[in-house]
Nanobody
Framework: VQLQASGGGLVQAGGSLRLSCAAS????????MGWFRQAPGKEREFVAG????????YSADSVKGRFTISRDNVKNTVYLQINSLKPEDTAVYYC????????????????WGQGTLVTVSS
């Protein structure tokens, strides 16, 4: 699976962005998908995940109520809607695909996109 993330940019605090991650290659609908982010000088952290069916979603406590993950298995794309952006949301956002159990564990993911930068100004 090849993953291509897009949609990042510079936005003011309180604004919104929708990140996209387009998949190609093997059957997209076979994979659970996750979004992670990595701020400068910090470790990569789990943000949100969605099961292959799209029925179940999971998100980190720090983003609950502001970030929404969704997927379109026809378009082979997973999305991350980010609302009420804060300066601390500034990071490179990565999408990833997995077959194994566990959404928050980076090692569970088999494929990673290249990342898209989100910068939030105060």
């Amino acid at each position: 699976v090849q993953l291509q993330a897009s949609g990042g940019g510079l936005v003011q605090a309180g604004g919104s962005l929708r990140l996209s991650c387009a998949a190609s290659g093997r059957t997209f609908s076979s994979y659970d998908m996750g979004w992670f982010r990595q701020a400068p000088g910090k470790e990569r952290e789990f943000v949100a995940g969605i099961r292959r069916s799209g029925i179940s979603t999971y998100s980190a406590d720090s983003v609950k109520g502001r970030f929404t993950i969704s997927r379109d298995n026809v378009k082979n794309t997973v999305y991350l809607q980010i609302n009420s952006l804060k300066p601390e949301d500034t990071a490179v956002y990565y999408c990833a695909a997995k077959l194994r159990v566990g959404f928050q564990d980076l090692s569970a993911y088999d494929y990673w996109g290249q990342g898209t930068l989100v910068t939030v100004s105060s």
